[in-house]
């Protein structure tokens, strides 16, 4: 397939506006007269299309790059699958290309905006903190929007080629492309259920900020966090099956560099958590739950910032799990799964 449907993060374990102070733990009450109105997902909707636009004149850029690429054959794509040489009879798989890239550049600035709220940052900013949580939730919504051009557009390049009657193309798409498991071709078979997770996740996890008041601002606290984990399946979706960075070459190890802001941030975010609640104590508390989430909070500290050295290594080594470039003739050497 493409890239990643990443997924919106989309991902940030951010706080919002909304969400409860340091230390609430009721539900929001009425709106007092004077207060700020609560954010909606329709006034949200109405201030995200300037970052829509960016986002789908960044997305016809990508395409005519790709585009351009296959024509020259100098793509990864067509020494991948040598069939897409004929750049014009899949100009739409290109398309879904462009969405996925977009997607996961989309994901990864909203994983940067959720981190920076929600830990510490800088003490100058270009944009107020108020400005940088809208413009956090507007680019969420707007990766789900990208996440789910890239699945149809892959979903309808499958209807597109095959030769079967058209009620049996479109079911045959859209099993391979949106049910887990219903995708049986080489490594598809754990990329494409790895990016069907990430869409799944991304769209409750995007959207319960806006329900946060009927669900409790502690349980959105913790659910939201988990959107970190949609990210991580997103980036881990594009490395596994994004033909543009199937092979090694400075263009994977850059996804990977990406990472390193990600990682530093979010293990700044438990160093120096916001919440008092959430600080690690110099030794854990004499009950038995006490040290159970005293120990949690250590383990999690530690394995993101042996994340973090893992990434260092990858980057400064080049070997970043992507597979050998074949050689020139590969018409009986090269398996394309």
Known sequence: MTNPPPAPEPAA??????????????????????????PTLRSDLRASWPDGLVALALTAAVFVLLYLRIRAKTSSTVTVMPFMADAGGFWMYFLSQAFGWSALLWAWGTVILGLLLSG????RLPLSGPRLERLHRTTSLNTIALIAAHALLFAAELVRHDTAAWNSAVATAFVEAFVPGGYDSGTGQIAIPVGQAALYLAIPLGLLFYVRHRIGPRTWRVL????IVVYVLSVWHTLLYGTNVWYDGWFRTTVWLLQLPVAALLLLRLLRPARRSEKLPGRPGASAGARTGWVLRLGGRLAVAAVLVALVAVVASGRDGGRGVPPADTSSTHNHD
Do not use: F, K, L, M
């Not at 510490?120 to 003490?123: A, L, Q, V």
């Open 13 to 38: 374990a951010a706080e919002t506006p909304g969400s409860a102070a340091p230390g609430d733990r009721q539900v929001p009450g009425p709106r007092r007269p004077g207060e700020p109105r609560r």
């Open 120 to 123: 510490p940052r800088p003490s």
């Open 224 to 227: 939201h966090r988990c959107v």
